[in-house]
């Protein structure tokens, strides 16, 4: 009997084991938070961001304080990053990405963490520390950017599959770092770069990229537009977007949705409005996929659609032989509790 529960709970921690394998990672440390110390030069003191007025030729530091409120010692990894924007009008501070050609003198090149890694002791507070140095700098419009604190304990390093992904949960905190150094006006200009198709999570897609060329944060921006076959007028790909937002100097890809997963040769026209505040953009184009680019896009689905779904399978198998053998064993407990009854 004692041998029978043995086996069933390693088989039930083995089912377990499979069916997480897609998500095995590093345990969450999330016992912590950050504080800003919001300078006296901060514009807007009801926001929880560093919002900054600087001069040029100056020199100040930020300070921005981790506190460790778990009872283990905690690493946390800290970043300093341009903003940029993500799909679909998203704007992001965390992810790095090549500069647009319109950003001249990015936040990055006056602003520099003094550590990337910092020990945490349990119930304690340590600080990290941005330098800005506007020697030689002067811009107008904002320079926008994101600091984003990652925290592990000392004991919980990322852990890695055996092919060498590094696989991890991480808590992170992400903290806006804006600047601006003077009150000019500026107006929003968005330039339509170019169509193309891309792989994006394992569909084919229709993809606009557009630009801000400004030193301009735009909030509150919407999209919607379409993506339409010349020849028989089908409509096979849309966006609609509210309440997006685009980063200064930055350029971002518009996605378009569409009922299938492939995309057919052929000439296509491109309708896209975006909207902010009482500007308007109304961009118009045509498209044309060759039967090469058809053909290469559409296999590269099949084969992302292929591994998936080896992947799925495998794992069903697996799950599926585990739960036979507990049924078996099941089954088998079953027949000996009777045996013995019966004798």
Same mark, same amino acid.
């Given at each position: 009997?004692?041998? %029978? ?14 069916? /997480? ?13 950050? %504080? ?8 807007? &003191? ?5 919002? !900054?007025? !600087? ?19 905690? %690493?946390?990894?800290?970043? !300093?990053?341009?903003?940029?924007? %993500?799909?679909?009008?998203?704007? &992001? ?13 990015? $936040? ?18 340590? *600080? ?40 991890? #949960? ?6 806006? $770092? ?11 200009? $968005? ?14 897609h229709f993809v606009s990229v557009i630009?801000?060329? &400004? ?8 999209? @919607? ?35 299938? /997963? ?13 909207? @902010? ?5 109304? =961009?118009?184009?045509? =498209? ?15 084969? =992302?659609?292929? *591994?998936? #779904? ?5 794992? !069903?198998?697996i799950m599926g032989v585990m739960l036979?053998?507990? =049924?078996?064993? $099941?089954?088998?407990? @079953?027949?000996?509790?009777?045996? &013995?009854?019966?004798?």
């Amino acid at each position: 009997m004692k041998k %029978n529960k043995t086996i069933m709970a390693m088989i039930l921690t083995m089912l377990i084991m499979v069916t /997480q394998i897609n998500i095995v990672r590093a345990d969450a440390y999330d016992k912590f938070s950050i %504080n800003p110390i919001i300078p006296e030069n901060q514009i807007n &003191q009801n926001v929880g961001y560093f919002d !900054l007025d !600087l001069k040029p030729n100056t020199k100040q530091t930020l300070t921005i304080e981790i506190i460790n409120q778990g009872d283990e010692p905690m %690493n946390a990894t800290v970043s !300093l990053v341009d903003a940029t924007t %993500n799909n679909n009008a998203m704007k &992001q501070f965390s992810t790095v990405k090549a500069p647009d050609a319109s950003l001249s003198t990015p $936040l990055t090149s006056f602003a520099t963490l003094r550590e990337e890694q910092i020990e945490v002791a349990p119930h304690a507070t340590e *600080n990290i520390y941005i330098d800005i140095d506007t020697t030689d700098v002067d811009f107008e419009g904002i320079r926008l950017g994101g600091i984003t604190v990652i925290a592990d304990t000392l004991n919980n390093k990322d852990t890695s599959n055996a092919s060498g992904v590094t696989l991890n #949960n991480r808590v992170a905190y992400t903290l806006g $770092l804006q600047t601006r150094m003077h009150d000019t006006p500026i107006k929003s200009n $968005l330039n339509y770069v170019k169509t193309d198709i891309d792989v994006i999570d394992l569909d084919a897609h229709f993809v606009s990229v557009i630009q801000n060329d &400004q030193p301009v944060l735009m909030n509150g921006v919407s999209l @919607h537009g379409s993506i339409s076959d010349t020849k028989t007028g089908k409509v096979v790909g849309m966006v609609d977007k509210k309440n997006g937002s685009i980063a200064p100097n930055t350029n971002f890809n518009v996605v378009y949705t569409g009922d299938r /997963q492939t995309i057919d040769a052929g000439t296509y026209a491109i309708d896209l409005e975006i909207k @902010h505040e009482s500007d308007v953009w109304h =961009f118009k184009d045509t =498209f044309t996929v060759s039967e090469d680019a058809s053909a290469s896009i559409n296999d590269d689905v099949v084969s =992302f659609e292929q *591994n998936a #779904n080896i992947l799925t399978w495998i794992l !069903l198998g697996i799950m599926g032989v585990m739960l036979m053998i507990i =049924f078996f064993l $099941l089954w088998k407990r @079953h027949n000996d509790k009777e045996n &013995q009854t019966s004798h």
